[in-house]
């Protein structure tokens, strides 16, 4: 999952070099660009299945937030 959410990442931000350790800051930066954010997780939905609430990423954009959204469905 972690190398699929930084590959979509990187779509959205091609000149940083993003990888495990900084993935909560990029996501984080996604919600600055709501359309971009909205485009994120209507593909995180599609390859996953689910996907957390808008509402609860803006409030939380993190990698742990992803995690236990595709874990509830589980």
């Keep these: 999952m972690q190398e699929w959410i ?3 990442l990187q779509t959205n931000f091609p000149n940083e070099q993003i990888n495990s350790e900084n993935i909560d800051h990029y996501l984080s930066q996604l919600c600055q660009h709501s359309l971009q ?3 994120f997780l ?3 939905s599609r390859h996953f ?3 957390p609430r808008i509402m609860e990423f803006i409030k939380a954009p993190t990698l742990h937030t992803l995690e236990s959204a595709v874990e509830v469905v589980k």
């Design 6 to 8: 930084i590959n979509q």
């Design 37 to 39: 954010m909205v485009t």
């Design 42 to 44: 209507a593909r995180f």
């Design 49 to 51: 299945n689910c996907a």
